[in-house]
């Protein structure tokens, strides 16, 4: 349980084995309000892919989500959810690379934190639902990021990926996966090998402040 201002989250941290720790990612789960938790499958992939690259991995539950306390806030709550995580990553790893994986509804949330804290150094998003929130924010994010999109997700327009994608700055890169759904149900391998490849492509020196 993290200790967060108002509630505790209930987490399950991963540490790699047989590599150098290089940095640490918090993971931001799907809405709460539709079934989502730290146990999601593309959450729990992407932690997979995180580890492989030498990166302890923190999935975490929201507030009101499994155990931890709190209610359900729209989002607003629970972004000051996801900076007591990163706080506490801070805290664990002093002087490590932080970073940020979100999917759906936890992009939107852990994406504006990730990309306003100086600490977090690097940001993933995994099926960002266009149709629902404003990722307007990621034109101003000269931080690494790699966003993963299915061509077929409902919430996700292959237009509207598009069209976000040419307003990017050039240290985020775009990956459409043909024929994948929101929940990437048959390309869960792709996502991870991608997300494991940016990471062990993040060099210290070359990450945004």
């Given at each position: 349980?993290?200790?967060?201002?108002?509630?505790?989250?209930?987490?399950?941290?991963?540490?790699?084995?047989?590599?150098?720790?290089?940095?640490?990612?918090?993971?931001?789960h799907?809405?709460?309000?539709?079934?989502?938790?730290?146990?999601n499958?593309?959450?729990?992939?992407?932690?997979?892919?995180?580890?492989?690259?030498?990166?302890?991995?923190?999935r975490?539950?929201?507030?009101?989500?499994?155990?931890?306390?709190?209610?359900?806030?729209?989002?607003?709550?629970?972004?000051?959810?996801?900076?007591?995580?990163?706080?506490?990553l801070?805290?664990?790893?002093?002087?490590?690379?932080?970073?940020?994986?979100?999917?759906?509804?936890?992009a939107?949330?852990?994406?504006?934190?990730?990309?306003?804290?100086?600490?977090?150094?690097?940001?993933?998003?995994?099926?960002?639902?266009?149709?629902?929130?404003?990722?307007?924010?990621?034109?101003?994010?000269?931080?690494?990021a790699?966003?993963?999109?299915?061509?077929?997700?409902?919430?996700?327009?292959?237009?509207?990926?598009?069209?976000?994608?040419?307003?990017?700055?050039?240290?985020?890169?775009?990956?459409?996966?043909?024929?994948?759904?929101?929940?990437?149900?048959?390309?869960?391998?792709?996502?991870?090998?991608?997300?494991?490849?940016?990471?062990?492509?993040?060099?210290?020196?070359?990450?945004?402040?």
């Amino acid at each position: 349980m993290i200790p967060a201002r108002s509630v505790q989250l209930e987490a399950v941290l991963s540490e790699p084995h047989n590599l150098p720790l290089r940095g640490a990612v918090a993971l931001c789960h799907p809405h709460p309000a539709y079934g989502g938790t730290m146990d999601n499958r593309v959450v729990f992939r992407a932690g997979k892919a995180a580890v492989a690259a030498g990166f302890a991995a923190l999935r975490f539950n929201f507030r009101g989500v499994g155990n931890s306390t709190g209610s359900f806030d729209q989002g607003i709550g629970e972004k000051d959810d996801v900076a007591c995580v990163v706080d506490w990553l801070g805290r664990k790893y002093p002087g490590t690379l932080l970073a940020l994986i979100g999917f759906s509804f936890g992009a939107w949330v852990g994406l504006q934190v990730g990309c306003a804290d100086p600490r977090t150094r690097a940001v993933v998003g995994l099926g960002l639902p266009l149709n629902f929130y404003d990722f307007d924010f990621l034109i101003e994010n000269f931080k690494p990021a790699l966003f993963i999109a299915g061509t077929q997700d409902e919430f996700c327009p292959h237009g509207r990926m598009q069209r976000l994608a040419r307003r990017l700055p050039p240290t985020s890169r775009v990956h459409l996966i043909e024929g994948a759904d929101h929940f990437f149900v048959r390309e869960l391998d792709q996502v991870q090998s991608l997300v494991t490849d940016f990471f062990r492509g993040l060099k210290p020196g070359q990450v945004g402040s």
